[in-house]
């Protein structure tokens, strides 16, 4: 049987309460959860390409960011923007005015998805605050994934708006570990400002009587960090509103060249984006991480606690040994979806079905609009080679596939 990342039961109980007063976001939740699950049944025809409502607009705002995470494929230690001219990348970047057109669009031709914002670090792109108001305005869900960046400074905005998800990366309980993972860029303390932003949002809903954003906490599991993941869940458990642990994203060498044939042998040129995630941060302790995935089961479990979710829902020492070490297996995870469901638009303007691995474009927005370019003949086509020639390699530890 085909599986599906899907929301578990604890989290939607849990955090039911702060969806209650927003019913049009829930309505488009379900719709988006249910076609995930039943996609087939709903989508008979899906191999012909043509992909029907986009349920989530992903855009990954900005390349700047203020982190080096060892962790990221972007920045990180084999991050495929290093060497990368960041005034031209700042120059480069789809001006507010034009997201705003776009999520105008969308509504006109009856997508009316969840906005998600990413990067680089989102906050730092001139304007976010005024494209995530506009989205929300429209009736389209905003949400952001951030590492914390101004976050302190724009609390009242995003209550304002409202947010309706805010994704806060995570990644140590405490100043000298987090940072450590997270090194900055220059000077500056990461795990100071992530605190301060949370704080400051939570007031900010008090002060305004709101329930949302919804806060969630974002671990990317890593060998320095898997001994710490409860204790992450402690020192922020009256801080967030969900947990999220990522296994993370990898491959090898050898999986990356594989990647690389059948990728060109599909669409006639080579990739590079991919290798951004060949990296030494996988954890090999196994029983260790097993041991703090149950303990953090049981500890979420009480009716206040937070909830926590695992993305991929992988558990137990030999399950999660083959999800480190045998980059073949996909534990059912074999078929792609999000993009039937989903439109990626990066920093440039440019769209791509994938969103960690976006070397193949089928269009820019600063030329055309998503619903334009959604059933274009390059997303078709694109669609259609995983549809019959089934998953490339790299696809096999890919957030769109495994953390959708």
Request: glycine share 8%.
């Amino acid at each position: 049987m085909i599986k599906r990342s899907s929301a578990g039961a604890a989290v939607v109980l849990k955090n039911f309460r702060r969806m209650a007063g927003h019913p049009w976001i829930g309505a488009k939740l379900a719709r988006l959860e249910l076609e995930k699950r039943f996609f087939n049944l709903l989508h008979p025809a899906h191999r012909n390409g043509r992909a029907g409502k986009i349920r989530q607009a992903s855009f990954r705002i900005t390349d700047i960011c203020n982190l080096r995470c060892h962790t990221c494929g972007q920045w990180g230690d084999s991050g495929f923007l290093h060497n990368q001219n960041l005034k031209q990348l700042r120059a480069g970047e789809v001006a507010p005015e034009r997201y705003l057109e776009l999520f105008k669009d969308l509504v006109q031709h009856g997508h009316r998805p969840v906005v998600y914002f990413w990067g680089g670090e989102p906050m730092l792109y001139d304007g976010i605050l005024d494209v995530i108001a506009g989205a929300a305005e429209l009736g389209l869900p905003p949400s952001i994934a951030t590492n914390g960046t101004r976050l302190a400074e724009s609390a009242q905005r995003l209550v304002e708006a409202p947010l309706f998800l805010l994704q806060v990366s995570i990644d140590g309980h405490c100043a000298d570990l987090h940072n450590q993972l997270r090194p900055s860029a220059g000077s500056g303390n990461n795990f100071r400002d992530i605190n301060l932003g949370l704080d400051a949002v939570r007031q900010a809903r008090q002060n305004r009587g709101r329930n949302l954003p919804l806060i969630a906490s974002l671990t990317v599991v890593s060998q320095a960090n898997l001994k710490h993941l409860v204790d992450i869940y402690e020192t922020f458990r009256q801080k967030v509103d969900l947990f999220v642990f990522y296994l993370s994203w990898w491959i090898d060498p050898e999986n990356a060249a594989a990647h690389e044939r059948d990728f060109a042998r599909r669409f006639g040129f080579c990739p590079i984006k991919h290798r951004g995630w060949i990296g030494d941060w996988k954890t090999a302790d196994h029983e260790e991480l097993h041991r703090q995935f149950q303990t953090l089961t049981v500890r979420s479990r009480p009716w206040s606690a937070p909830a926590v979710s695992i993305i991929p829902p992988i558990t137990g020492g030999e399950e999660l040994k083959a999800y480190y070490s045998d980059h073949r297996a996909t534990f059912g995870f074999d078929q792609c979806v999000s993009i039937h469901q989903v439109v990626e638009v990066n920093s440039n303007g440019d769209v791509s079905p994938c969103r960690d691995y976006h070397d193949y474009v089928v269009g820019n927005v600063k030329t055309a609009t998503l619903t334009e370019l959604w059933n274009s003949p390059a997303y078709l086509k694109f669609r259609r080679s995983l549809g019959r020639d089934g998953l490339m390699p790299v696809c096999r530890r890919c957030c769109g596939l495994m953390g959708y």
